[in-house]
């Protein structure tokens, strides 16, 4: 269980709720490649560019260097990193990683491990994915660093043991009651018979970041707006009014219905007597989750 003790450690980086997927997002990157090509080290200048969009795509707001998880990572005893002289790491300068040749690659020992037990490949990436991101965006990253994970093996282990499974579906329920199963966003109330369909619980702080199971951390998202939500594309303001990132871009008429045209609406439900979102979790879902700028309602 070493590797799996180790990996898990990458999360004692976070603190006070700030995401810092960085190191999380190399590994699962290298993860992917190591399914591809085992014994293929990455140079620095070769992998750059994915990394840079990795970090765009699914990192905090604010901009990171790829050279800091791929100088970084090493002290965490599961990356190595060596240049064409041999030498360790010169650092998180771009230019002298790139320059040096530096090459990165999962240390013998774990490439052993993962070479001697088929299923820990499986078990370190979801543990990465569950540790740092919430699971509505699991197989978009999955997908985005290459990996090729087992679908009914992630199913079993994103459902989870039996009293989280409990735990889930008892919060749906008591979110859905609360916004009378109905979307916050959009309104939409799908059901195949008296079952709802497309209806979602979305944390507003991600669980894996101490955001409770609470109604005053929850809302009734159907599919499509929980998936943005959690993207940063959709947000909250102060006021409950809904917030549309300046970097979302849709030209279509769903995409301006749907989307767009949420700017500055106010949240439909939840029903007289639950709890509304707080006002902390908010906070929370701006500062890490949303993405940018926050754009202006038509008639502002
Ligand atoms: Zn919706």
């Not at 543990?127 to 699971?135: G, R």
């Not at 199913?155 to 329920?173: C, D, I, K, S, V």
């Not at 979307?183 to 979305?202: K, W």
Request: net charge neutral; proline share 6%.
């Amino acid at each position: 269980m070493e590797w799996i003790e180790r990996v898990g450690n990458l999360r004692q980086w976070t603190h006070n709720g700030t995401r810092a997927p960085h190191k999380p997002l190399l590994l699962l990157y290298a993860l992917g490649r190591f399914q591809r090509q085992p014994d293929r080290s990455m140079r620095y200048s070769d992998i750059e560019r994915d990394l840079r969009e990795l970090l765009q795509d699914y990192g905090p707001a604010h901009r990171t260097s790829p050279a800091y998880p791929f100088h970084h990572l090493v002290s965490d005893g599961v990356w190595e990193v060596r240049t064409d002289d041999g030498e360790p790491s010169p650092g998180t300068g771009v230019r002298v990683l790139r320059e040096s040749g530096a090459r990165g690659q999962l240390v013998p020992g774990l490439r052993a491990a993962l070479s001697t037990e088929p299923a820990l490949l499986g078990q370190l990436a979801q543990l990465l994915l569950d540790s740092h991101f919430p699971p509505s965006i699991h197989s978009d990253i999955a997908a985005a660093v290459g990996l090729d994970l087992e679908p009914a093996e992630v199913a079993a282990r994103t459902a989870g043991p039996a009293p989280e499974r409990r735990r889930a579906a008892e919060l749906r329920r008591r979110v859905l009651v609360a916004y009378e199963y109905r979307c916050a966003f959009c309104g939409f109330d799908g059901s195949i018979g008296r079952v709802p369909v497309g209806l979602e619980a979305a944390h507003v702080q991600w669980w894996a970041f101490q955001g409770p199971d609470e109604l005053a951390n929850c809302l009734c998202l159907c599919s499509l707006h929980h998936k943005l939500f959690d993207r940063g594309v959709l947000g909250l303001d102060s006021g409950r009014r809904i917030a549309v990132s300046q970097e979302f871009v849709g030209h279509g008429t769903a995409a301006r219905t749907q989307v767009l045209a949420l700017t500055g609406q106010t949240l439909i439900g939840p029903q007289r007597g639950s709890a509304r979102v707080a006002p902390e979790h908010i906070r929370w879902h701006t500062a890490q989750v949303f993405r940018g700028e926050a754009r202006l309602a038509e008639h502002a």
